[in-house]
DNA sequence: TTTTAATCGATATATTTGTATCGATAAAAA
DNA sequence: TTTTTATCGATACAAATATATCGATTAAAA
């Protein structure tokens, strides 16, 4: 090792993105394989169950820092473990959620958020027809609760499933009560300072992809038609 | 225009995906401000509410064909309909949803899917308990039913809101039913044949980077703190 | 009317991401 | 024990995507 590789350099080699989004994946795979009691597998396996280039898989993998063996592959339970430690999903977090209309509720009542290290702990909502209500064992809080909450539980993850309306408005609301990260199901970009993060869980993105592909699909399927 | 350029090699350009994924973000903040009676509107102004690169949206935006005046910019419904068009949402397409558990419920009682061009028009499920149920106006049916539907109402798009376990055989009944594209809410990778449209909503994806970011982020700023 | 300035859109460059090549390694077969 | 072969992992190359530059255009100001 040289003498002037600081260890700060070493933490700032960020993970490309599209392998982050790859990792869950990964995840859920080796998961269902170590349920069957496989100990090792290759990254030949993995691209062909997820088709992905076993290349990348191999790339992606070396980020982790376990090392396969030659001939066998890499350790199944070392993978799990690396990738749960990297996405942070092998202790859990508390989150708030904010809209507890029918997509929020849904997302109450998703117990497997626990697998991934997340946890609502409570859910906020502005329309008195729903505050004081219980969804999937979760009371309903009125906004005005959400500051105090937040600096007395030492939240740091916001969901919001509100209205494109009022999703500004409640991620200024997460921003001023010190929230860091906001999961965004509302399918307006919100706008918020530069330290805060928000992900997108961009549910008209993927299907704008899906109902374009799908009619440029059949368009060229009639134009095959008309050609015979 | 060459004589031997064909029609066909002109539908052939394929958008990008990227930017296929930029365009609903792009409709979503034109429909308001049209709304605000603004009649033009500038890349630099897009790219400032969106937080993008100006010069990627009109990358973009010269996809659509509509070509922007100087000194004004777009005019926004030109934009707002070809947008619309090429993703077709100006036109509504129905879907079946599988998997009547808490996502699924949200999904259909999401009526904004009729402004992204889609209509889930029936609900189906393998639990007794739920079958017959009806929510948010649409009842519950058997599985055994999806196959005789859609021939019958010539569906092409399958949602799948089932648990992971039971995913990849319902894609397999989709496929055999004649199911030309799949919106996969399981966070598993489904298998189909080459020429089946398969978009997933990847909200663990989603989940992940969120989970990851907010611990480097924090782990950043205890050591920072931990320097001082 | 002339000048100014904001914007478009074409072309060029840079960055990021994905794919191919190939020697080294070690498990399994001969 | 020796040979074979599947796999890893480093390096090199290719493709896709994002960003920069700059002349042309035209609405609005002078």
Redesign the pocket.
Same mark, same amino acid.
């Given at each position: 090792m040289l003498e002037n590789e600081s260890n700060i350099e070493k933490e700032i080699k960020m993970i &490309?993105? &599209? !392998?982050l989004r790859r990792f869950p994946q990964y995840i859920h795979l080796l998961k269902r394989l170590r349920k069957e009691s496989t100990q090792y %597998?290759?990254? !030949? !396996?993995i691209a062909d169950e997820l088709e #992905?280039?076993? %290349?990348?898989v191999?790339?992606d #993998?070396?980020i982790t820092g376990v090392?396969? *063996? &030659? *001939? #066998?592959?890499?350790d199944i339970d070392e993978l799990i473990s690396a990738l749960s430690n990297i996405l942070n999903w092998d202790n859990s977090t508390d989150a708030f959620l904010v809209g507890a209309g029918s997509l929020g509720s849904a997302l109450l009542g998703y117990k497997n958020f626990n697998q991934y290290g997340l946890n609502i702990v409570a859910a906020f909502d502005n329309d008195p027809n729903k505050i004081g209500k219980t969804i999937s064992g979760i009371e309903v809080l009125p906004l005005e609760k959400f500051g105090n909450m937040v600096e007395r539980m030492k939240v740091h993850i916001g969901i919001i499933t509100a209205p494109p309306e009022a999703a500004q408005k409640i991620a200024e609301v997460m921003v001023q009560s010190g929230i860091q990260a906001i999961w965004n199901f509302s399918s307006i970009h919100l706008k918020v300072p530069f330290n805060i993060i928000v992900e997108d869980a961009l549910l008209t993105q993927s299907l704008g992809v899906l109902t374009h592909t799908l009619s440029e699909k059949l368009k060229k399927e009639i134009a095959v038609l008309e050609k015979q």
């Open positions: &490309p993105e &599209p !392998t %597998i290759s990254s !030949t !396996t #992905l280039d076993s %290349i990348q191999r790339k #993998l070396a090392v396969g *063996k &030659p *001939k #066998l592959g890499f």
